[in-house]
């Protein structure tokens, strides 16, 4: 079950985003207002209230994360891609942003917190932690290297595929991230680059729905 959570800090966006899920029928949950400015530490504290209010309470057998701007372009089952591992996502190291400092012979590691989805069982009994660690030079979900990552063998985690996918709007020709060659990343959707103009982010998204989401009349249009 697909379930929209919302940590965005603008009113009128919310209640756009409420207002779709309610026509796509799709659960919508708007968290409390968070405290945290950082994008990063604020991004980890949302999924640790969703984990510890939601996901404690229910105990499903899988659940996870993806983020909004992380759209399906082909087939793809997380079920599968999990399988009977205890985690999946995308793997990332410290010090893969900017802001981060990656400390000397660190060998730890993280789920990127766009993409990472897990067996309910094989880490109930963890203290779960998605805010960042940026003394260890991880972005957020690096808080659960030590309660969870460290602790789970290679073979008990399955790693997407990072790859690209070029797409060409107006002669200007972009590689968008893409993870095993199903889930198109389209990163920073709304805060860098061509996509802070508006018009190019109408055609993007009219490329993206008419080339890989069946251009379906009951499309939802943004105004």
Not at 33 to 47: D, F, L, Q
Not at 94 to 104: E, I, L, Q, R, V
Not at 171 to 183: M, N, S
Request: hydrophobic share 35%.
């Amino acid at each position: 079950m697909l379930v929209v959570v919302d940590n965005s800090s603008s009113i009128a966006a919310r209640k756009a985003h409420q207002e779709i899920c309610a026509k796509r029928g799709i659960p919508y949950l708007e968290l409390p207002k968070n405290p945290e400015a950082n994008p990063a530490r604020s991004h980890g504290i949302a999924m640790n209230w969703v984990y510890y209010n939601i996901v404690q309470y229910l105990e499903p057998e899988t659940f996870g994360f993806i983020d909004h701007d992380c759209l399906p372009i082909e087939p793809f089952s997380l079920r599968a891609r999990l399988g009977h591992r205890a985690a999946y996502g995308w793997r990332r190291f410290p010090g893969s942003n900017y802001y981060f400092t990656k400390p000397a012979d660190d060998p730890g590691w993280f789920l990127w917190a766009g993409l990472c989805f897990y067996r309910y069982a094989a880490i109930g009994n963890k203290m779960i932690d998605f805010r960042p660690t940026m003394e260890n030079g991880m972005d957020t979900g690096g808080g659960n290297w030590a309660p969870v990552y460290s602790k789970l063998r290679p073979e008990h985690v399955g790693f997407a595929v990072e790859t690209q996918t070029l797409i060409d709007i107006d002669g200007h020709r972009v590689g968008y991230q893409t993870f095993d060659g199903a889930l198109l990343h389209i990163g920073g959707a709304s805060y860098k680059g061509l996509s802070t103009q508006l018009d190019y982010r109408r055609k993007l998204s009219d490329h993206i729905w008419n080339a890989y989401l069946g251009g379906s009349k009951d499309r939802l249009v943004a105004i």
